[in-house]
């Protein structure tokens, strides 16, 4: 009998989950300082690990990313006008570094 060569690189498609992991890109100084070393900052679902992020962004913008790093900012207490206190909402954020020769266009997948 002859044995089947079987082919093992699977094809990820972007599903409907996918799209609930990665909520935002990240707008600020540090995320340009990021993105001059070919890299791209996101807000995530908060349950979302690294290799849901590495999946989703390879699903949604056709780049295999090359690290992912993740950070949970707490939220801060914040006083207003001096009487009650709030707290803001906790953002986890990915840090997702990009192989040298991708380039990312944001404002194509939205």
């Given at each position: ?38 890299g ?7 349950n ?15 780049v ?7 950070v949970?900012v ?11 206190t709030g ?12 192989p040298a020769?991708?380039?990312l ?6």
């Amino acid at each position: 009998m002859a044995e089947k060569k079987v082919n093992t690189e699977k094809k990820i498609v972007a599903t409907a989950g996918t799209y609930g992991i990665l909520r935002r890109p990240i707008i600020s100084e540090k995320a340009a300082k990021v993105s001059e070393s070919n890299g791209i900052v996101f807000e995530v679902a908060a349950n979302a690990t690294k290799e849901d992020v590495a999946r989703a962004v390879q699903a949604i913008y056709n780049v295999k990313p090359t690290k992912v790093n993740i950070v949970v900012v707490k939220g801060k207490v914040k006083t207003f006008r001096g009487r009650s206190t709030g707290t803001q909402r906790t953002v986890k954020k990915a840090y997702v570094s990009l192989p040298a020769d991708a380039t990312l266009d944001l404002s194509a997948n939205v």
